[in-house]
């Protein structure tokens, strides 16, 4: 087993920044904002819990657990939704500043690694290889692996028609004009409408909404795997990357350590 | 039919009652004037005097064709509501609730009287296609009929297979009389969905077993307005249900002009009548919903003014028929309502003369008013999260497939991370094997 200190000097060990500190508050809005939306949202699909049960509710496991009394104490549905909106308002505002700096980040903008050209499907599949074989792991570039980049830009592509099948349900309940203006819905049923034709009707909508949200919960499992899976293959530090910016690079102690 | 040419003359100067301004007695094209602004959601138009003088130069006219005198409007009023014993006070009182309906402000009250009268002499066609004939039940046979029904009831219908006299081929003549005499001019009705599988052959009506596909383009070319009344017409409804083996579709499929979807199943009576008095007020389709739905009545969702959305906003469900909660009139959102997902008046302009809508009477919304409600709102008493998703091939719920799926990702982990640890080890005890001989295999490998 290499070890830092075993094999080679401490300059070999390459520090790579990766993520900017705006990078990380995005990433970590996104994470809060998201763990908020499942929450809230299984609640919005399936009221599990039920306020002001009555003795008859009472008797099924799944009924109230809280019983706050009259009517007017409990609003938890409205709650629940409260926060979705809120959340959702964070996931907006964190979606367009992610697809502001993909393109635009002096430091390390996403598509040097995400535009699938030239050699960077074949890096891609190198990244799969590895994950199966264990061997050859590719180099730690300047920039993110094109197989991560892929997975991210495909989860922002979740989280975009998250976004748009949101609004739909969220627009259905505005007749022609809001408290900002009819722009607003106007601009809501301009953006999102599609969704409708696409989905089958707001139902189909609604249950697009479900089934995507069950699709970010694998991506986030996935994705939390296989950050740790790296830390622990690689030894290069990858789950510090959201907390601190950085991980390091083995690649100049490649001859003594082949895990 | 008392529906002579020589009415214009009878009636030219008379100066009518209800109307509060002059208006010019010239009869004017009604077609040149349909090119209004006219919405009543917003503020009715840019001028509304000019709006105003349109709505009674037209009702003018309208008087004129269909009236011998003043005298005859007035008898029509009175037999119409005489002979079903409701009190000219009762039919103000009406007139006035149609009028805030369609979001017009009383000044229209007395016009929309008067278009309500007109309507009972307009020339009428209604056609059923593929229907169980709900729509014509629960207008005509309602016990306590409201004037909505009533003037459903006495409209000058010149063709409609379930009340008509003429039977067989005499009731196909009058058919095609109206329509060659009354061109551009009658109210076109069609209930149910039209078939076009096998060219149309699924239905085949009257003595000449014509299609209601023929029957229903011939007669769509030279109506006045076209309206399809309940889900069938508007959007194929149940005849359409998947996977629909008669190729039914809704009337709009079949005709390029414009069509005024009135659906629900059966149709609320006052939205039918509205949107006629609309139509005879103003000569044109009101302002339509991109579902071709009449905003006034269809631009509210249920979900929004239910009365019991207190209760949904608290978190109290009626979690079984005849529950606590149900006795407490508690939310039905967990028993299926539909509410949320569908457009219609139901709760403010209330069924069974205006008495009551689904959710009063304990059940959740089927969400009948849109498009393929059959196969979008089912499960009707599950909620949503119980139907199952469209994706071909796959016959399950979002939540059974998504937990499916993260299963499987589960399991594909799993087995990614088993294989990682033997595998490290096994490289690991092979390089403590090699360790001190010169390893040169592995760096080739690179
Ligand atoms: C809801 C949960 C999460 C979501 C949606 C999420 C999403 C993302 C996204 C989109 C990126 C790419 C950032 C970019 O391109 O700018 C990223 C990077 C990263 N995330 Fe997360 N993340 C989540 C939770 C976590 C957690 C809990 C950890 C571990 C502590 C973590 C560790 C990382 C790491 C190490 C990277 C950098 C990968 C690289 O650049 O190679 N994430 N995450
Ligand atoms: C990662 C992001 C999100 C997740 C995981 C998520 C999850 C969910 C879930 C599970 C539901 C319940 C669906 C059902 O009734 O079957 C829901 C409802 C809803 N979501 Fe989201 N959502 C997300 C983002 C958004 C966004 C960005 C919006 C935008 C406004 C939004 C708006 C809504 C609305 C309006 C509802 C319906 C609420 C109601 O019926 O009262 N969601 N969400
Ligand atoms: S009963 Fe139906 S329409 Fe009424 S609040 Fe509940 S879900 Fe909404
Ligand atoms: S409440 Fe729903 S199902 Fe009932 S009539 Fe209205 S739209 Fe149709």
Redesign the interface.
């Known amino acids: 087993?290499g070890n830092i200190n075993s094999s080679g000097n401490d300059s070999d060990l390459k520090v790579v920044h990766r993520m900017t500190v705006i990078k990380r508050i995005i990433h970590w809005t996104l994470f809060l904002s998201i763990i908020n939306q499942i929450i809230t949202g299984m609640y919005i699909?399936?009221?599990f819990?039920?306020?002001?049960?009555?003795?008859?509710?009472a008797d099924?496991p799944v009924?109230g657990v809280l019983n706050s009394g009259e009517?007017?104490q409990?609003?938890?549905?409205?709650w629940m939704r409260e926060f979705h909106f809120i959340g959702a308002v964070l996931i907006d505002v964190s979606f367009f500043a992610w697809l502001y700096l993909a393109f635009f980040s002096t430091k390390e903008p996403l598509y040097k690694s995400f535009l699938p050209f030239g050699n960077k499907i074949n890096e891609m599949y190198k990244m799969i290889k590895h994950?199966?074989t264990?061997?050859?792991k590719p180099e730690t570039g300047k920039y993110q692996d094109p197989l991560n980049a892929i997975i991210f830009t495909f989860f922002h592509l979740l989280l975009l028609l998250q976004m748009a099948t949101g609004f739909q349900m969220y627009v259905?309940?505005f007749?022609?004009t809001s408290a900002v203006g009819a722009w607003w819905p106007a601009m809501l049923h301009i953006c999102t409408?599609w969704t409708l034709w696409v989905f089958?009707?707001?139902?189909?909508v609604?249950?697009?909404h479900?089934?995507i949200?069950?699709?970010i919960?694998?991506f986030i499992?996935?994705h939390i795997?296989i950050e740790v899976?790296r830390s622990i293959?690689w030894k290069e530090g990858d789950i510090l990357i959201p907390f601190g910016g950085y991980k390091y690079s083995r690649d100049n102690l490649?001859?003594d350590d082949?895990? | 039919m008392g529906k002579g040419d020589e009415k214009n003359k009878t009636a030219k100067g008379k100066k009518i009652e209800n109307s509060d301004r002059a208006c010019s007695d010239e009869y004017d094209d009604k077609t040149d004037k349909t090119n209004f602004k006219w919405d009543p959601l917003r503020n009715i138009a840019d001028d509304p005097d000019e709006a105003l003088n349109i709505v009674d130069s037209r009702l003018t006219n309208l008087e004129k064709e269909y009236f011998k005198s003043q005298k005859d409007i007035d008898e029509n009023f009175n037999n119409v509501f005489s002979a079903s014993s409701i009190s000219r006070r009762e039919f103000i009182q009406w007139t006035a609730l149609l009028t805030s309906a369609l979001m017009l402000p009383t000044i229209f009250a007395p016009r929309v009287a008067r278009a309500a009268n007109i309507l009972t002499r307009t020339p009428f066609i209604w056609l059923d296609m593929s229907d169980c004939m709900g729509n014509t039940e629960a207008f005509l046979r309602t016990a306590h009929p409201t004037p909505a029904e009533i003037i459903l009831n006495y409209v000058s219908v010149d063709y409609m297979e379930s009340i008509m006299v003429p039977a067989g081929y005499q009731a196909e003549a009058r058919r095609d009389e109206t329509v060659k005499k009354y061109k551009g001019k009658y109210i076109l009705v069609v209930e149910g969905a039209i078939p076009t599988g096998m060219n149309g052959k699924f239905l085949t009506i009257g003595a000449k077993g014509k299609t209601g596909l023929e029957i229903t383009k011939a007669t769509a070319k030279n109506a006045g307005v076209i309206i399809a009344v309940g889900n069938c017409a508007s959007y194929g409804g149940i005849p359409a249900a998947y996977p629909n083996p008669t190729g039914s579709v809704g009337l709009s499929s079949v005709t390029n002009r414009q069509v005024i979807n009135i659906p629900a199943c059966p149709a609320n009576p006052v939205n039918l009548v509205g949107t006629l008095v609309e139509y005879i007020l103003i000569g044109k389709a009101p302002m339509l919903d991109s579902l071709g739905r009449p905003l006034w009545a269809y631009s509210g969702r249920l979900h929004d003014n239910c009365y019991r959305r207190g209760h949904f906003e608290a978190g109290e469900y009626v979690k079984q028929w005849g529950d606590d909660g149900a006795k407490k009139q508690y939310c039905l959102y967990m028993m299926g309502c539909k509410g949320p997902f569908t457009w219609n008046n139901c709760t403010v302009a209330q069924y069974n003369q205006d008495m009551s809508f689904p959710m009063r009477a304990g059940h959740g919304c089927i969400g009948c008013s849109e498009p393929a409600f059959w196969d979008r709102m089912t499960p009707f008493e599950k909620p949503n999260l119980d139907a199952k998703i469209f994706i071909p091939g796959v016959e399950a719920t979002a939540d059974e497939f998504g937990v499916a799926l993260f299963g499987a990702a589960g399991v594909g982990m799993a087995a990614h991370a088993i294989y990682t640890g033997v595998k490290r080890r096994k490289n690991n005890k092979e390089k403590e094997k090699n360790n001190g001989k010169d390893n040169d295999n592995n760096k080739d490998k690179k």
């Open positions: 087993m699909a399936y009221p819990l039920i306020f002001g049960k009555t003795p008859t509710q099924s009924s009517t007017y409990a609003f938890i549905m409205t994950y199966f264990l061997k050859n259905a309940s007749t022609g409408d089958g009707g707001l139902t189909g609604t249950l697009t479900l089934f949200t069950w699709l919960i694998i499992f996935y795997y899976w293959v490649k001859e082949t895990d």
